[in-house]
């Protein structure tokens, strides 16, 4: 079966990150000149998803504002001969068909989902976050379409994470099918260090089973007080199988201080029109401290 649907839930309030966050959304802010959902969307259209739903709230406007055409910024490029920015602003607006939901409280990653289920129907589809970018020859979420169509089961990105912060993630335990492929036998939702199964965390990509909906409504409060894409996928795995894949690529987690800081530095190092005066800015900053 093939995912043509991707989700971006893009309505949580990005509380590590105020003030920033308090009037913008952290989806829309900039590694050097591209807004984070930027790079998200682009794996999915690389990945061949052009169908792509965003979860939005209040105070989310700017993402709408964003991927929508702007004439007036348009006429004005086309008017400059500004011939390089107009073809990037006109390719945004036109990389995919992009639809929203409000969430219209942010009760949790799982509502957020949820709020997809009428859009949603009865496929299979790809879940991103909005605040993760992924760095990959073969975009992250190709890699797990591939296991899924062998598969045809949800399947969680996931990555190994330092035992003292299995706190911040999703913590998988699973039975080890080959180097990167496990089938998952048990979720649990940011365990302390010292009761974490494992040091195997799940990271801000997913493909979904239908069935998750089902669960998503049967999923109450959990950890903090909101409805956890974790307990959800707790229940599923009590119905059907559940498969995480150690992707390879590189993860940032934007909504985060310091993860937004490496992402930036280091794109700015590949960056073919920033890389060398970056570099010697950098080695000559470092000397100082
Ligand atoms: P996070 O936990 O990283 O987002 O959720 P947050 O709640 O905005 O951030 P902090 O922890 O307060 O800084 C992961 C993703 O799920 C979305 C977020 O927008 C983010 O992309 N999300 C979270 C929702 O869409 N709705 C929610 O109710 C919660």
Redesign the pocket.
């Known amino acids: 079966m093939k995912i043509n649907k991707a989700v971006i839930?893009?309505?949580?309030?990005?509380?590590?990150?105020l003030p920033a966050t308090k009037s913008s959304p952290?989806?829309m802010l900039p590694i050097i000149d591209k807004p984070a959902i930027q790079y998200v969307t682009e794996e999915a259209v690389q990945a061949g998803i052009f169908s792509i739903l965003i979860?939005t709230g209040r105070g989310k406007e700017a993402i709408e504002n964003y991927f929508d055409v702007s004439f007036e910024l348009e006429k004005i490029l086309e008017e400059r001969g500004k011939e390089e920015e107009l073809k990037i602003v006109k390719e945004i607006a036109r990389m995919a068909d992009v639809f929203y939901v409000r969430?219209k409280e942010?009760?949790?990653?799982g509502?957020?989902v949820l709020c997809a289920e009428n859009w949603i129907g009865k496929e299979p589809f790809a879940v991103f976050?909005?605040?993760d970018i992924i760095f990959a020859e073969t975009p992250c979420i190709k890699q797990m379409m591939d296991i899924f169509e062998e598969k045809n089961k949800s399947i969680l990105g996931v990555m190994d994470v330092e035992r003292e912060d299995t706190s911040k993630f999703g913590i998988i335990e699973g039975k080890k099918i080959d180097e990167s492929l496990y089938e998952v036998t048990e979720i649990v939702e940011k365990p302390e260090p010292d009761e974490s199964p494992s040091t195997t965390a799940v990271v801000g990509r997913y493909i979904f089973t239908p069935r998750i909906i089902d669960e998503l409504k049967n999923t109450g409060k959990g950890l903090g007080g909101?409805i956890q894409l974790t307990d959800a996928i707790k229940s599923l795995l009590k119905k059907e199988k559940v498969y995480a894949y150690r992707f390879k690529g590189k993860r940032y987690d934007i909504?985060d201080k310091f993860g937004f800081i490496k992402a930036t530095v280091e794109i700015a190092l590949k960056r073919e029109d920033l890389r060398k005066k970056f570099y010697e800015y950098l080695k000559e900053l470092l000397r100082k401290y």
Request: charged residues 20%.
């Open positions: 839930p893009a309505a949580g309030l990005g509380t590590r990150f952290k989806e979860i969430q942010a009760l949790g990653l509502h957020a976050l909005g605040d909101e909504g």
